[in-house]
Each structure stands twice: as structure tokens, then as C-alpha cells.
């Protein structure tokens, strides 16, 4: 295997042809500019000097050698500004094709930075790594490695492109020599390797650039073009560029997965507790929540707001476990489990955003509820939906506090407290789902 360090940076191709027109508009502005400077400086000053010695020198010179000379001199001058006008050009744009180039990889760079950084999943942030990569690189295949947490093992963690799959089936040995590569070394490699030429992939060259972590690589970002279309040094940082924002991208990621799995265990041993401190309503909690999302999808809510709903629901009553259990049945004491909750729920960052559904589910749509008395639309809908969704499975649920009713009784009573007790709308939407059969007593 052949590797040599390297560094890809991939340009879009649909806004290729948009920046190609502007730097051959810009390129032909600086031509216009060099031809004139050109002009003024070499070739006006070489006609004056062209004029001068055919007026002046040469009539005066009586040897003919000396005459040609002066001819050929000036006629070296005239060719050799002509050429240092040809370099220059060159030059000139060589270098602004490589700024327009490097400008044009920040830019695809800047505006991955900002993807990948919104990315709320592992999965969500590879699958972003690797669509950039295929257009930082304008490459037709790119593939993401993760370590296995804990272990040494690497494993393919995401693919882009089309017959990405299909392609890797032949080359992930070699691939994977690089990869290892890339991981012990933690440096950027290329890899013309003839066994990424075989069966069927013939012609194609990689590229691989470690994902960097805290002591060690956590992973690699590998791209696959055509062999004919050799990596260049500025493509391959642009790439390292784009893993590193990648690694932090995927930290964030796990640490919000890690989050979610801390939010969702702990929420379900408080539910627990709290049935288990009840004595009674047992499952409530999460009938509640269970309607309450299904009421949340159908009024259109946002994957943030459906969040803070279903947990909202499920702790809605966190309150009561401040609240003796001699005192549970008496209303003065229990209305007080609104306030209670809001305030256990403030004091934990993670669920601050619960607290204000926790403190008005029992508000009333006209303002006769608890414990602010506010009314309409200034109660959380999140709340107006756990107090519907609550009420409901008060009634309906034979492990209640109260005497069981019927869905017909049920449903009367909530059409009854449209305006009222409840959120018209949500009533609506509500009486849909249970026609529909989504919402059952």
C-alpha cells in the first residue's frame, strides 16, 4: 500500500457553475486591468523608445552592427515584457482560482458548521459528516467510521453515495487497512492502493482523515473519487477540518443521547415512586401522557414541544410527593401540588421548561381553575392538553379516586366544559381522536 499524507476539501457542485461565471467575470476585469497597466507601462514607453532611436540614435550611428544591435535590443525588451505580461496572467489567475477555491471550501465549511452543530442524534450527525464530505470533496462516495465505545473495534457507521454500499463490498478491505492506518497514526493519509482499482471500482483513489477525540481518534471520515481526479493538500484540510467539527458535533450528540437516557430513566422512577406513594390512581401518569401525545400530534406540535409535553404528562403531578399522604384527599392541601411541582422542577435545569406546564394543568379556560386563575390562550396549550387528557383519565379509569363513568358520560362531560374548564379547539380534536378510535376510555 502507497499512502502519502493528504487533505480533500469538496466544492458543491450546484453552485460550481455560479462561482466559475464570477471568477471568470473577475479574471477578466483583472486581464483588462493588466492589459492596460501593461500598456502604459511597457509597451507606450517602449514605442517612445522605439521612436526616439529611429529619429534620433540610429541616424547617428554610421556602423550598421551597432544599428542592428539596437534594433534587437529593442526588439528583446518588446519580447521580453510580452512574456513577463503572459507570466504575470498566469500567475494571477492561478492565484485567484486557488482564492476562489479556498473561499468557496470556508464558505461550504461555515454553513456545515452550523448543521452539524444543530445535529440532535449520532446517526443525525454522521449522516450530515458524510453528505458534506461528498460535496466538500466532490466525491461520488464517503464513508464514517466510529470506534465502538470502550473498545478498539471500528465500525462503518454511515455511507453516502450512490452504490456507496455496493462499492465498499469491494474495496473495505484495503479501506480498512487505511482506516487502522489513519486511527493509530491520527493523521490524514491517501491511498492509491491497486486493491481499490479491482472488481468493478476500477480507477479509484481514497482519501482519510481521522475524527479526532479527547486522547484518541473516535473515528474516520473516508472519501472515494475517480483516480484521475488526485486529492489535493488544501482539499484533504478542508476535509480534516470538516471531521474535526464533526467530533464535536458527535460529542454534543452522545451527551444529549446520554441526557435523553438519563431524562427518560429517572422521569420513570419518580412516576413509580409516585404511584407507589398514591396508593391509588396507579398508571395515571402515564395514560395521561399517553393521551397527551397523541393530542399533541394531532394539534401539530413540534418534535421540542411533543417532548416537553410527554414528559410534562408523565410529571404532572410530581408535586403530591411533597404532600403527606393523610392529606391527599383533602383539596385545600392537594391544590397546593401545582405550586410544589413547579418548584421541584425549577431547581433542575434539565426540566425547567416543564415547570410552567406543571403549574397551570389545572387552570380553567375561563379562568376559574388554579392556582393563577389565568384563562385562554395565556395557559400553556401543553397544559390545557394534560388538563384535558388528566380529567378524562380521572373519569374513564377504574383506578381512581372517583366513580367510574362510561365513554359516553365521559365525552358528555368534556363537551360540556368546552370554554369553560377546557380549550374548545383541544375538545375538538380531542372528540375526533375518540371517534376515530385513537383515544379509548
Known amino acids: 500500500m502507497r499512502v502519502r499524507r493528504a487533505c480533500a476539501v469538496p466544492l458543491e457542485a450546484d453552485s460550481g457553475m455560479k462561482r466559475n461565471q464570477k471568477a471568470s467575470l473577475f ?13 502604459l507601462g511597457a509597451v507606450v514607453p517602449l514605442v517612445a523608445l522605439t521612436v526616439v532611436a529611429e ?9 550598421r552592427n551597432a544599428a542592428l544591435g539596437l534594433i534587437a535590443l529593442v526588439v528583446s525588451i518588446a519580447l521580453l515584457s510580452l512574456a513577463s505580461f503572459v507570466i504575470l496572467r498566469r500567475v494571477t489567475r492561478n492565484t485567484l482560482a486557488s482564492m476562489n477555491a479556498d473561499n468557496a471550501r470556508l464558505a461550504s465549511l461555515l454553513d456545515v458548521s452550523s448543521k452539524l452543530a444543530g ?7 454522521t449522516s450530515r459528516c458524510a453528505r458534506s464530505a461528498l460535496d466538500l470533496a466532490g466525491a461520488p462516495m464517503a464513508y464514517v467510521f466510529l470506534r465502538t465505545s470502550g473498545e ?9 453515495g450512490e452504490n456507496a454500499e455496493k462499492v465498499y463490498q469491494k474495496i473495505h478491505a484495503p479501506l480498512g487497512k487505511l482506516v487502522d492506518l489513519v486511527l ?19 480507477g479509484m483513489s481514497a482519501a482519510v482523515v481521522p475524527i479526532p477525540g479527547e486522547r484518541a481518534p473516535v473515528g474516520a471520515l473516508a472519501v472515494v473519487r475517480a483516480r484521475s481526479a488526485p486529492f489535493e493538500p488544501a482539499e484533504v484540510d478542508a476535509l480534516s477540518t470538516l471531521a474535526a467539527l464533526a467530533s464535536v458535533s458527535l460529542s454534543n450528540a452522545d451527551l444529549r443521547d446520554a441526557q435523553r437516557n438519563f431524562f427518560s430513566h429517572v422521569t420513570d422512577i419518580i412516576v413509580h415512586a409516585l404511584d407507589s406513594h398514591l396508593g391509588y390512581h396507579t398508571g395515571h401518569s402515564e395514560r395521561v401522557a399517553q393521551i397527551s401525545n397523541r393530542l399533541g400530534r394531532a394539534l401539530d406540535l413540534d418534535e421540542t414541544r411533543m417532548e416537553r409535553l410527554h414528559f410534562a404528562a408523565l410529571l404532572h403531578d410530581i408535586g ?17 401540588h401545582t405550586i410544589l ?18 403549574l397551570h394543568h389545572h387552570e380553567w379556560y375561563d379562568g376559574s381553575g388554579y392556582p393563577e386563575g389565568i384563562s385562554g390562550d395565556a395557559i400553556p396549550l401543553e397544559s390545557r392538553i394534560i388538563g384535558l387528557a388528566e380529567a378524562f383519565d380521572t373519569m374513564t379509569n377504574v383506578a381512581s379516586y372517583k366513580e367510574t363513568m362510561s365513554l359516553e358520560a365521559a365525552m358528555r362531560e368534556v363537551d360540556d366544559g368546552a370554554g369553560t374548564q377546557f380549550d374548545p379547539r383541544v375538545v375538538e380534536v380531542f372528540r375526533a381522536l375518540v371517534e376515530q378510535g385513537v383515544i379509548e376510555a
Request: aromatic share 4%; glycine share 6%.
Open 320 to 336: 403530591m410527593l411533597k404532600i403527606d399522604r393523610s392529606q391527599q384527599m383533602s383539596r385545600k392541601v392537594c391544590e397546593k
Open 184 to 202: 493509530s497514526g491520527g493523521r490524514p493519509a491517501l491511498s492509491d492502493d491497486p486493491g481499490l482499482c479491482s472488481e468493478g471500482a476500477s
Open 119 to 125: 445535529a440532535q442524534h449520532v446517526t443525525e450527525a
Open 55 to 63: 529619429h534620433y540614435v540610429l541616424p547617428s550611428l554610421s556602423d
Open 341 to 358: 411541582g413547579h418548584r421541584m422542577l425549577s431547581h433542575i435545569r434539565l426540566w425547567q421548561d416543564l415547570g410552567p406546564i406543571v
Open 152 to 160: 478498539e473495534v471500528t465500525n462503518l457507521a454511515e455511507t453516502r
Open 27 to 39: 479574471s477578466q476585469k483583472i486581464d483588462r486591468v493588466a492589459l492596460v497597466t501593461y500598456f
